[in-house]
């Protein structure tokens, strides 16, 4: 399972109303890759002990966030999801505890501390889904539903918006279901084939042009028993 997470939710522990501000630690310069060149994409596989760390509603949303939109601050982030900074503050603080996010020193102003995600992806092996700990796979099933949840929201907002987008972008996007009658290893081979299809357009476009967006893609593929 790719998705380009305590087993069971934690409540955010309570904060001041008005949180102090967070000193961004200094941080080694990072080599940049230069303007138009590609890079291979990072992605994080999950083991029990980050899945743990990962498998909260508002810890996945923060990552994603962070992820599709950039550095943030916790402010930031609070705004745009409805959330208190100090329930985004701690969250993020989590996330970073387990290296999902870390510092992003080169956009604050002061006392401001700007975060950033540390992947691109977020994998994890069929293991995890049969693990002994019935905490775990509490986890991975949190992981899969909070996931789920953010597909069926971003697709909803895009059919509350399509009508504000041009006629090329509109016409271009697309909402299709098929059933087949497959064997599991066509079913492997047959998102194989597919995340190779889509990872091949990842690296067609790298600058901010007028004339490009950024696009979701979900791949949604399973059996069902047929009545």
Known sequence: MSEHDDPKPEAAKPE?????AEVAKPEAAKPEIPKGE????RERTLDAHSLRGLAHPLRIRL???????????????????????GATSYHLR????HGFVEDAPEHGKGRERWWRATHDGTSFTEELHHDPDPEVRGAVNLFMHEIATIHTQELSTWLGTASDWPDEWSTSSDMSD?????????LRELNEKA???????????HTE????AQVRVHLHAFPRKSH
């Open 195 to 205: 995340h190779e299809l889509i990872e091949s357009y990842r690296g067609l476009a």
């Open 38 to 41: 590609p890079r291979e994409p």
């Open 209 to 212: 042009a007028d004339d490009t």
């Open 16 to 20: 001041a109303a008005q949180p102090e």
């Open 94 to 97: 989590q996330l970073a505890a």
């Open 63 to 85: 990552l994603a966030a962070l992820r599709h939109d950039g550095p943030a601050t916790a402010s930031q982030l609070g705004e745009r999801l409805g959330e208190s900074s």
């Open 178 to 186: 098929f059933t087949l009658r497959l064997t599991a290893a066509q």
